[in-house]
């Protein structure tokens, strides 16, 4: 049980319902917003406190809030489903939970309990029930996160912390919905080394990726893959997303974390699945001449990446300076890569019965 209480303010100007069902019917990722926020403050001497549901809208911060300078900041990605009945339900918030706090140990802030992150979006997902999507694959995207908002210029873990949780319906995280993407291989950057941050969910990973990002779209790709920091031989991860390797033997390889490497609660969950679907699962480390001669021997068949946002993506074209190489099939959606989607996705929105006890009723 959390030990925090939350007041309520509510919103005196929501979104009309009018309104409201138009962004419903087509809202995108990460445009629209719902009409509330949670609100949760730390200082060492009172710990956790002044919980608050408020009317979504800005943060009033000093120019020198120690976030804005150092970055000291973490954040978490998961979903709210609606099922037929109504209801909605969270997939494993419980270990999107624990992943905060790792995070949170990793870049000196404060630790959230677990039962108090899970309070924070149920009591903001009951707030706004209404906002949560019926169409399909729609959902509720909640983003918790922390940050550093004292205000001193001083190289120090802060004082005085920020928790929020602010909420978007959201559909395909591709614009184009699904379909196979393609993949930019990163030789001037990389994302993270060993004894950094690559293992922690936190902002600066992410702007770090972002020149990487743009040499991808600027050479034609969706999105760009990383390799190791010190070879540049392995291959670790998109930019937000784990990535899976489908062999002809009935293989299923991944990435091995070695510390670098985001653990993903997809990832996690996707060898469980193809586990009990029969396949042969694998974490180790893979070259990325691996990846290419695999492809182009026939050994890998699919390729595909997976994160919360986009679910399960195929991989349909990877591409590098001087070269470039096609995944298998003949474009669209592997029949390993498909047959784990509609696994995982059918948990989600309940449609399958949830034996691993991974669904977490919100509202």
């Known amino acids: 049980m959390s030990a925090v209480r939350f007041t309520e303010s509510r919103n005196p100007a929501p979104v009309p319902a009018e309104r409201r069902a138009e962004i419903l019917a087509a809202p995108g990722f990460g445009k629209h917003f719902t009409d509330h926020m949670v609100t949760l403050r730390w200082t060492p001497d009172q710990g956790w406190h002044d919980g608050a549901v408020l009317p979504y809208g800005p943060f009033q911060l000093d120019p ?33 939970g624990e992943r905060f706090a790792r995070s949170a140990r990793r870049l000196a802030l404060p630790e959230l309990p677990v039962a108090d992150f899970l309070a924070a979006i149920e009591i903001l997902v009951r707030t706004d029930r209404e906002w949560v999507p019926t169409g399909e694959e729609q959902s509720l995207y909640l983003r918790p996160f922390m940050f550093a908002s004292e205000s001193f210029l001083g190289v120090r873990p802060a004082k005085e912390i920020l928790f929020s949780v602010i909420a978007c319906p959201v559909g395909s995280y591709f614009s184009g919905g699904i379909k196979p993407v393609s993949i930019w291989l990163s030789t001037n950057y990389t994302r993270a080394a060993l004894g950094g941050t690559g293992a922690a969910k936190c902002g600066g990973n992410y702007a770090a990726s972002l020149a990487a990002q743009v040499e991808a779209v600027e050479n034609g790709c969706d999105q760009v893959c990383f390799l190791d920091a010190v070879d540049r031989t392995w291959v670790e991860e998109l930019g937000g997303m784990n990535l899976y390797f489908v062999y ?20 996690s969950s ?39 946002a986009a679910v399960i993506t195929p991989v349909g074209r990877l591409v590098w300076d001087g070269g470039s190489i096609e995944s298998p099939g003949d474009g669209g959606t592997g029949t390993v890569t498909g047959r784990l989607r509609r696994a995982l996705v059918d948990i989600q929105y309940g449609r399958t019965p949830d034996s691993h006890g991974w669904l977490h009723r919100l509202a």
Do not use: M
């Not at 490497?261 to 990832?267: A, F, H, S, V």
């Open 270 to 308: 996707i060898l469980t699945l193809a586990g009990e679907q029969g396949l042969k699962v694998e974490e180790r480390q893979i070259g990325i001449d691996d990846w290419r001669d695999g492809v182009d021997s026939g050994e890998i068949t699919e390729v595909f990446a997976c994160g919360t």
């Open 64 to 96: 020198a809030a120690a976030v804005l300078h150092y970055a000291q900041e973490i954040f978490e990605g998961l979903k709210g489903y609606r099922h037929a009945d109504g209801s909605v339900w969270a997939f494993r918030p419980e270990a999107n």
């Open 248 to 267: 002809a033997d009935g293989r299923l390889v991944t990435p091995a974390l070695t510390g670098t490497i985001l653990e993903g609660i997809t990832r």
